[in-house]
């Protein structure tokens, strides 16, 4: 017997020709939902934080960093020759969060030898100007990580690949929002 992965298969399986519209936008609609939530979690003083980065043109981009770790997180997934389980999904996101998470330790020790840097050679670097938002939007992403990840556990039902894709799409429009204001 062959065996049946989605809703979708199990309509054609029964001999329905096509998966009911209805499902398709009760699926669109729970998808607006986890759209509207991760953008809740990213709003607020961590939003204005990014601007302040953006529009000085600072290395360091929060929306990037959280969006390649998401795109990395995807990429393991479409590579998974089994259907992605909740359990499967925790794993992962324990991988990130062991191999992906920035080490304080280090960003600090970065830090410093700028100033030691900027100190000894005479020169300004723009960085050392906004390491009061870095260091806000540094100590928040494990925060903000954690939300998003419950957002995705909380909409898994509705095709995992089709809400990672949904979290990229809003990564992007906020990365371009903290750019245009």
Known sequence: MKLIRSSKNIYIALGFPHFPRYLYEIRI????????????????????????LKSSNVIFNPFFYILFTRIVELFVIEEERNEVNKVTLEELFYSRKSTLQIDYSILIEIFRRIEWWKSRENKQYLISEHMEDILYVVYRIGDIQDKIDECILKYFDYGVKDVYYTLIKVLIELDDEARNQ
Request: charged share 40%; glycine share 4%.
């Open 29 to 52: 609609m729970k998808l607006k939902n986890f759209e509207a939530e991760v953008r809740k979690v990213l709003q607020g003083e961590f939003m204005k934080r990014c601007q302040n």
